[in-house]
């Protein structure tokens, strides 16, 4: 992608792409770099805004993060990755409340994502609202009797409930995985 960059040094796809390729590698800096500068060629794109709030929360930069956040949602409001990074970077701050509303708008977009369910089943969960966590960890189960984060948290949520019986079952299960493996 680096060749790419150097013919089209202009282009934002060029940089965006050689970010998405720094991330795949683990250089999250390099992978930052290439995002910042992809958002100066071309400030409308959502993609580079998108991707910076995924990888600023992992530096340690949640304002950076936050301001990317918002910035790719307003470019893109009915992105899955906007709405499920933004999701996430609410549940970094503990604002829980808007952390479940944005892991749902997610799951609405992307009906089967057991990621966005699962950040808004703890999300849902750290506000309180047990019923509807583990309403939403019973459906993850539906999807993947074996998803091991649905049955952890659900053994949370029992424990917090004084259900020592029934937590001390969902982290066996946890613990278990699917059969054969």
């Not at 990317?68 to 701050?93: D, H, I, T």
């Not at 949370?156 to 995985?177: C, D, F, T």
Request: glycine letters at 8%; aromatic letters at 12%.
């Amino acid at each position: 992608w680096l060749d790419v960059v150097q013919k089209s040094p202009d282009k934002w796809r060029a940089y965006s792409a050689l970010g998405v390729h720094y991330n795949s590698l683990g250089d999250r800096k390099k992978a930052i770099t290439m995002f910042e500068e992809s958002k100066k060629k071309d400030p409308a794109r959502p993609d580079p805004y998108i991707n910076l709030c995924a990888l600023y929360p992992s530096e340690g930069n949640l304002e950076d993060a936050g301001v990317n956040c918002r910035k790719g949602l307003k470019l893109k409001p009915g992105s899955f990755e906007a709405n499920f990074n933004y999701g996430a970077y609410n549940f970094k701050m503990k604002r829980y409340e808007k952390s479940a509303r944005f892991y749902g708008r997610a799951a609405k977009i992307r009906p089967y994502s057991i990621p966005s369910k699962l950040g808004q089943g703890a999300a849902l969960a750290a506000m309180g609202n047990t019923a509807e966590a583990m309403r939403i960890f019973r459906e993850i189960l539906g999807q993947n009797p074996w998803n091991k984060q649905a049955h952890y948290n659900m053994a949370i949520i029992y424990k917090s409930l004084g259900n020592e019986a029934m937590a001390n079952e969902h982290i066996q299960k946890a613990r278990q995985g699917a059969p054969g493996k």
